[in-house]
């Protein structure tokens, strides 16, 4: 089985990337052939300064490797390094309906909160589509935001090998887990780069303490007892803590009077769960910001085995479509 997904290096990861698509990554790399990659194109569409991108990429890469994923186990590498990708991507878009393109949430969304729209924005499913085939990924974990995106991969892969022949190209399917779809950010809605409630993924004490305690929560007072419907402190809290913790905190939730709690104690607990959780990602992350060569290294290697696979491919559809 040949697992993969990208990342866009766009902004500090934070726990909705982590839980939706990090531990997955890293959970998979033992299932089989994991392929995962920064993507820098995709990042294009949102963000303009040169310094800052390559800034963020090796960030990402750092990330990549402090929660844990294994050079030795996966292809870790940039989308950028990988030219074949872009003659995939022009393939796919001469069997792509605008239509379909069109239909997509994140487009609309995008445009919607003020970003260009350009080209490289509206045909963005078209590239994530080459992303995809051209490691003929079977699996592909992502959180639920890109599981339109995904529809679109499968759509055009079945066009491709209905008019080219089957077996052009390999029918992928996404891996979007429940309990994780949608972490929900400090004001309740998706967490998203975009949208300015995130929690980090690493970062100072302090500063995370402070982001945590602005979850925005009902206004009951300590002496009453508190919804835990649609709470969105208990829904991250579910994330770090077992069962048996998650109850507790539901249950101090319908105290009142004297034994009432106040939401700074569920934040706090929350707030120490997280610290807890990430300890050893923040201390890997601190070794390898000081071993920046190596960064490079497993990049540069990455991109030689992704581009062995990815040149195969690519041969293989260029025949089905008569360009060789
Ligand atoms: P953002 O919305 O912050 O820009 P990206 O679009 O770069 O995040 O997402 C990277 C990966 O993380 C994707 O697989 C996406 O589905 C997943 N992801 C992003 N936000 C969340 C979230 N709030 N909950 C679950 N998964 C998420
Ligand atoms: N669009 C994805 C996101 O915003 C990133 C991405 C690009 C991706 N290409 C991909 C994810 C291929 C999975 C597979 O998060």
Redesign the pocket.
């Known amino acids: 089985m040949r697992i993969l997904?990208g990342?866009?290096p766009?902004?500090k990861l934070?726990i909705?990337?982590y839980?939706?698509?990090?531990d997955p990554a890293v959970k998979l790399q033992d299932q089989g052939e994991a392929f995962y990659f920064i993507a820098d194109y995709h990042a294009m569409t949102s963000m303009t300064d040169a310094a800052t991108l390559k800034n963020n990429v090796q960030d990402l890469a750092i990330d990549f490797l402090a929660c844990g994923l294994d050079p030795e186990k996966a292809t870790i590498f940039r989308q950028s390094d990988i030219p074949e990708v872009n003659e995939l991507a022009w393939i796919l878009s001469t069997v792509c309906p605008m239509g379909l393109l069109q239909r997509c949430h994140s487009y609309k969304d995008k445009v919607d909160r003020g970003l260009d729209a350009n080209h490289a924005l509206f045909a963005y499913p078209a590239l994530m589509a080459a992303d995809i085939l051209l490691y003929d990924a079977n699996l592909v974990?992502?959180?639920?935001?890109?599981k339109q995106h995904l529809e679109v991969t499968r759509d055009l892969a079945g066009k491709i090998n209905d008019k080219f022949g089957e077996g052009t190209v390999v029918m992928p399917e996404a891996q979007i887990k429940d309990s994780?779809?949608?972490?929900?950010?400090l004001d309740g809605q998706?967490?998203?780069?975009?949208y300015d409630n995130?929690i980090p993924l690493t970062g100072g004490k302090k500063a995370i303490r402070k982001q945590i305690m602005k979850i925005v929560t009902s206004s009951h007072e300590v002496v009453e007892a508190k919804p835990t419907d649609g709470s969105t402190v208990i829904a991250l809290y579910k994330l770090f803590a077992d069962e048996t913790a998650v109850q507790t905190m539901i249950d101090e939730h319908g105290l009142s009077g004297e034994q009432g709690m106040g939401y700074g104690h569920f934040k706090q607990q929350l707030f120490d769960a997280y610290w807890e959780k990430f300890e050893s990602v923040r201390a890997k992350r601190e070794e390898l910001e000081n071993n920046l060569d190596y960064i490079q290294q497993v990049i540069s290697k990455g991109a030689e085995k992704a581009r062995e696979e990815s040149s195969k491919v690519l041969e293989r559809v260029k025949k089905a479509v008569g360009l060789r």
């Open positions: 997904t990342l866009q766009s902004g934070h909705g990337n839980f939706g698509a990090m974990p992502v959180g639920k935001d890109q994780t779809a949608v972490v929900p950010g998706k967490m998203s780069k975009s995130t």
